[in-house]
């Protein structure tokens, strides 16, 4: 059989500082011998959200030599092409100004060009490569891509190839490093107040740390594209490549390096976990509509704790950060209220119209498989390197799992039965407590495997010395009425099930003009109010809701929110330092070894 005749893709700038470029596909003749439908993507995969790129499309036009044929809109992404002999050229213009790594941006310093907001394709043609050019954009811009190259073109097999490599063309600075056979290329776009030495040289012992965990590497090339802006930050894993996007002005502290260097570790492992391992429902694609699957939580979720794993494992965080991070979430997802409503299936299942649509009732009713996903692979982590008696844990999970389906698909069955071969339990208790269940997250599997204690701490138990000893200062601290407002503005953003301003009426949206007389022109002077009323008393609240005032009376009670600290048990024995050094790399944060728990 005959390979098919490519697509052949050319953009050209049409006006830079106005974000606007213009692309030009040719189908081959075989291609629309009896006619076709052009469609754009309406989402890129590893973004589950419907965005409706095509409302970024105008001037499309098709024509066959110099005359110009006929084109009918069938739909908001969709277009009849006319039957025709020889080749069929189609125009369109394209505007790009939303610097993401699921969108085009396009400006006189750089454009980042993202396939799937960019390229038409054919309905029932998705097996036709493309051959794609970049014409007419200054003449010191290069392109950074992770297609091969050949005669000018950038060559992709198949569509779904070519969603998954986006391009960078400008004058980014580009470096490289080889680990275990595998060229990695970096392309650094925008001025930032960061070292690149240093951000590649963490980026290459990720890498080494990832792909120790799976045995080497399932490509001979990968890019890794860094773009720096003001205030943003995001990542999108490709099969072989990455796009990240940092704050150009977030490298003043070591802080800013490890949030970058956590989001190269969870892009990178994707390279595995998602776009090689993944559930079969995650390729080939349906570009015109949501795909659904319930196995985000594994697929993204336990990606990003094993982020926090792996740049432990490669030294480029410490693990004081790392603890802080880890009790942090663990802290918001034991008191979220949609824990009690939501399983981490069902938030996978929903993630096109819940966790990409948010509303401010979200936090009461959902949770997010990335977050709650986390905090369950680090209890999964724990039940396997405690049953196991210290030999294995998640990352031998994935092992397993590369070793067993490798490229092919993977079910919610398999997990479970690498599971139980590595714990030695059965799953059906920790998937229906955690998985399919709502079940609260239980703190002891963490201790009984590394020896570490999750304290829970109330406000008032953390204030300092001279405010401890003050029981005006500890009533104060301990005033709660379940609001949370939207500084600097005293609007309701949130309000606790069943809380006491939820009891008192109390909604979302509403300000808060005046507690007990006094005007709270400000979130803080509300705060302050309900801190001067303290536990048991009774506040008086005027409050706006769509324009019209009204006036309740709540009733203060003592907050039951905690923040947690992730701290090493002195008393750990043997085995558990030794399950800690196994996980993270590092040695037990806790001081030496006690007499009489070296077991």
């Given amino acids: 059989m005959s390979r098919p005749a490519p697509i052949l893709a050319v953009l050209r ?34 973004s589950y959200l419907v965005r409706d790129y095509a409302r970024f499309v105008d001037r499309v036009r098709a024509g066959s030599g110099r005359k110009e044929r006929p084109l009918e809109k069938l739909d908001k992404q969709r277009w009849r092409l006319p039957a025709s002999s020889a080749d069929l050229t189609v125009r369109y213009r394209v505007y790009g100004n939303d610097l993401t790594v699921r969108t085009n941006h396009v400006d006189a310093a750089h454009a980042q060009i993202i396939p799937a907001p960019t390229f038409l394709y054919l309905e029932g043609q998705a097996h036709r490569p493309y051959e794609v050019r970049f014409e007419g954009f200054p003449a010191d811009w290069k392109v950074a891509s992770v297609l091969p190259k050949r005669r000018g073109a950038y060559l992709a097999k ?38 690149e030495t240093r951000i590649a040289e963490a980026t290459e012992k990720i890498v080494e740390a990832a792909g120790a965990i799976f045995g ?3 490509f001979d090339r990968y890019l890794f594209l860094f773009t720096f802006a003001p205030k943003v930050r995001g990542g999108l894993e490709h099969r072989d490549c990455t796009s990240l996007i ?15 260097y956590r989001l190269v570790a969870h892009e990178f492992f994707h390279a595995w976990n998602v776009k090689r391992l993944r559930d079969p429902l995650l390729g080939p694609f349906d570009y015109s509509r949501e795909n659904p699957i319930k196995l ?16 432990l ?33 069902e938030s996978s299942w929903d993630a096109w119209i819940r966790f990409y649509k948010p509303h401010e009732f979200s936090p009461n009713s959902s949770v997010s498989y990335y977050e709650k996903g986390a905090m369950v692979g680090w209890l999964m982590d724990a039940e396997i390197r405690h049953g196991s008696r210290g030999k294995a844990g998640l990352p031998d999970l994935f092992a397993r799992l590369w070793e067993r389906h490798g490229e092919g698909g993977l079910t919610d069955a398999d997990v479970r039965r690498a599971f139980e071969e590595l714990s030695g339990k059965p799953a059906a208790p920790f998937w229906e407590a955690y998985i399919s269940g709502r079940a609260d997250l239980d703190p002891a599997p963490i201790a009984r495997a590394y020896g570490l204690a999750l304290e829970a701490k109330a406000l008032w138990e953390g204030l300092a010395p001279d405010e401890a000893g003050d029981p005006a200062a500890v009533r104060r601290a301990k005033a709660w009425i379940g609001l949370t407002l939207s500084p600097p503005a005293p609007t309701i953003q949130n309000v606790t099930p069943g809380g006491p301003a939820a009891e008192a009426g109390l909604s979302f949206g509403m300000e808060i003009l005046a507690v007990d007389g006094w005007r709270t022109a400000a979130a803080a002077d509300v705060n302050r109010c309900v801190a001067d009323a303290g536990p048991g008393g009774r506040i008086a609240v005027l409050a706006a809701d769509r324009g019209r005032v009204f006036e309740t009376s709540v009733t203060v009670a003592e907050s039951p929110e905690r923040t947690h600290r992730l701290v090493p048990d002195p008393r750990a024995g043997l085995a558990q330092r030794a399950a800690f050094a196994a996980a993270y790399g590092q040695a037990f944060p806790g001081g030496p070894i006690k007499r009489g728990l070296r077991r």
């Fill in 158 to 195: 198949d569509l779904d190839t070519l969603i998954d490599s986006p391009f960078e063309v400008g004058t980014f600075r580009a470096r490289s490093f080889r680990a275990g056979g595998t060229t990695f290329d970096l392309a650094f776009t925008g001025a930032h107040n960061g070292d």
């Fill in 246 to 260: 940092s704050d150009c002005h977030g490298f003043d502290r070591p802080e800013g390096y490890h949030r970058l």
């Fill in 13 to 46: 700038p049409l006006d830079l500082s106005q974000h606007l470029f213009e692309v030009e596909l040719t189908f081959p003749a075989e291609a629309v011998a009896q006619g076709a439908v052009a469609a754009m993507a309406a989402w890129t995969p590893g």
């Fill in 296 to 311: 985000l939580w594994f697929h993204e979720g336990f990606t990003s704790y094993m982020e926090h794993l792996i740049v």
């Fill in 216 to 218: 080497g590497f399932p």
């Fill in 313 to 345: 494992r490669a030294g480029v965080v410490p693990w004081s950060l790392a603890a802080q991070d880890l009790a942090k979430g663990w802290s918001e997802q034991v008191q979220r209220p949609g824990r009690l409503e939501q399983s981490l299936e």
